[in-house]
């Protein structure tokens, strides 16, 4: 009886999301682009300082879009569907809809997620869920996107890329400097050796310098192996004296810090970094958006 209750709660919550998310494409279809442009705006300022923008890291969506109401609209609500209530039971799966012989490609998506490997099921749901939710603000209409929060990461594409090493740079964050602490570089790269070879997901640590790493699911022990060393030379490279840097390439990451040293805040970033913080804003306030476009239509209707 528990199990069929926590699965009766779990459809609800989806219908929720998918809810969430047709009619925020509506309600952003709905508007003209210089009055969508003027209204986030207006909303992102007066609400900068509610929006905690750290839990997103960055995201990536497609040039092409699909059409309202088209087969790839259903099968991405049918992946997206899967990916949330796959999550509570799994870190980590992937999904293929509409790639049977006799599909009509156009309807032909590939998904997965992955949360953080010292994540439980509760966390990575709910952090799934967050990222499911946020998806169709963020890339609204997107043949692909990818959605990488502190905690899971999502992402679908119309062509297949599953298990297809890619090492691209996605993002790139570093501290400020450590200065000349030859003790602490000693151990950074101790560190960082360690974690060269995890397999999966690792968590090292060598006196006060701790990090972490994880490869997705989806790739072979060889191909993890690989990822994980790009990203490792990414981070002395990028990031060089930096007390503490994180590297995400498009299939693992890499992150390294001093012990009780977690502060971006006067560091540098790449230039994705102020991008993520307003879409993490505009993420924040789009139910003040939604309640505001629905005000504006009354007046207009008042007014008419």
């Known amino acids: 009886m528990r199990v069929e209750a926590k699965k009766r ?33 207006l909303l992102a300022f007066s609400h900068a300082r509610l929006v905690k923008p750290n839990a997103y890291i960055y995201s990536g969506c497609s040039q092409e879009k699909y059409q309202p109401g088209s087969l790839f609209e259903s099968n991405l609500n049918s992946v997206l569907t899967s990916v949330v209530s796959s999550s509570s039971q799994a870190t980590y799966n992937s999904f293929a809809v509409g790639n049977g012989t006799a599909a009509p490609p156009e309807g032909l998506i590939y998904g997965l997620y992955q949360c953080r490997g010292d994540l439980n099921l509760v966390e990575c749901s709910g952090c799934i869920q967050s990222a499911v939710s946020q998806m169709s603000l963020v890339c609204p209409y997107s043949y692909g996107a990818s959605l990488q929060l502190d905690s899971c990461y999502v992402r679908y594409e119309h062509m297949d890329f599953l298990g297809r090493l890619d090492t691209g740079l996605r993002y790139h964050k570093c501290s400020k400097s450590a200065g000349s602490d030859q003790e602490f570089f000693r151990r950074r790269d101790d560190v960082l050796a360690d974690l060269r070879g ?52 498009a299939q693992c990451y890499v992150r390294c810090w001093a012990s009780g040293y977690y502060d971006f805040s006067s560091g540098s970033s790449n230039s994705e970094d102020q991008a993520g913080k307003t879409v993490a804003i505009i993420v924040g306030v789009v139910g003040a958006l939604a309640v505001l476009i629905v005000l504006l239509s009354l007046c207009r209707k008042a007014m008419g």
């Open 9 to 41: 709660r779990l459809n609800k919550r989806m219908v929720r999301i998918l809810q969430q998310h047709s009619s925020r494409n509506a309600l952003l279809s709905a508007l003209d682009p210089s009055s969508l442009l003027l209204l986030l705006l």
């Open 198 to 249: 995890a397999i999966g997901f690792r968590v090292s640590r060598s006196g006060l310098v701790q990090g972490f790493a994880q490869c997705l699911g989806d790739l072979s022990t060889a191909d993890c192996s690989s990822c994980l060393s790009q990203a490792v030379e990414e981070s002395r490279t990028l990031c060089g004296t930096a007390a503490a840097a994180d590297v995400f390439l």
